[in-house]
């Protein structure tokens, strides 16, 4: 007897009945196959169609040599079979790859890196006149109150607060020109970073194209 529950439901155990159409909900073990074919583009960017059998596929067998396994996200392209769920959620190589993106750490790109390394030079810089001024004012005999007023103040002053706001402006404008490119950018931090891009190295025939 054939039950239909929501993809959310399949939990590991069940067996999944599958056929051309349809979109396997989670990762699992084929236990019977008849010419069944599934698209993997989604996840490993090969555009054919990957044949699917019961034969045990070798220990270290990357995703795309693992005849006997469906994945979630996959869809079957041809032939109907039935698989028992092995993974699901978080567990899945999808739900892996979505843990990985996520936990990814932010780096910081060249010109926020360039920035942050012209604001400690300037803040050294700014420090070292502020102490010149002090030893001097001091030599000279002036009120020590005045001297570090003024040192404070030049400190103050000479702290380049708009920087980052000119940095910004900078790269929005970007963001701008590549909008009327029709180039949607997600993050502003992006367009600088493709702006230092000189070669870019793709095999993703199932993701960034239409599998032509």
Avoid: C
Wanted: glycine content about 8%; hydrophobic content about 45%.
């Amino acid at each position: 007897m054939v039950i239909e529950i929501p993809s959310e439901n399949v939990t590991k155990g069940d067996i999944l009945v599958i056929e051309a159409g349809d979109i396997v909900p989670a990762d699992a073990s084929v236990i019977e196959a008849n010419q069944l074919e599934v698209d993997e583009s989604a996840l490993t960017g090969e555009s054919i169609g990957v044949t699917k059998d019961t034969q045990l596929s070798l220990q270290e067998a990357t995703l795309a040599d693992q005849r006997n396994r469906l994945f979630k996200g996959t869809a079957v392209n041809n032939g109907n079979g039935k698989a028992i769920v092995t993974d699901i959620g978080n567990s899945t190589e999808v739900g892996k790859i979505s843990v990985m993106v996520r936990n990814a750490e932010r780096s910081a790109t060249p010109l926020e890196a360039k920035l942050e390394g012209l604001g400690q030079v300037l803040i050294w810089v700014t420090a070292g006149l502020a102490t010149l001024y002090l030893i001097v004012g001091v030599i000279r005999g002036e009120e020590l109150k005045q001297l570090l007023e003024t040192a404070v103040a030049l400190s103050i002053a000479a702290i380049p607060e708009g920087m980052t706001v000119v940095a910004t402006i900078a790269v929005a404008n970007g963001v701008l020109r590549l909008a009327k490119q029709k180039v949607i950018v997600k993050r502003l931090s992006a367009v600088e970073t493709l702006g230092n891009t000189n070669t870019i190295f793709t095999d993703k025939t199932g993701t960034l194209t239409q599998n032509k």
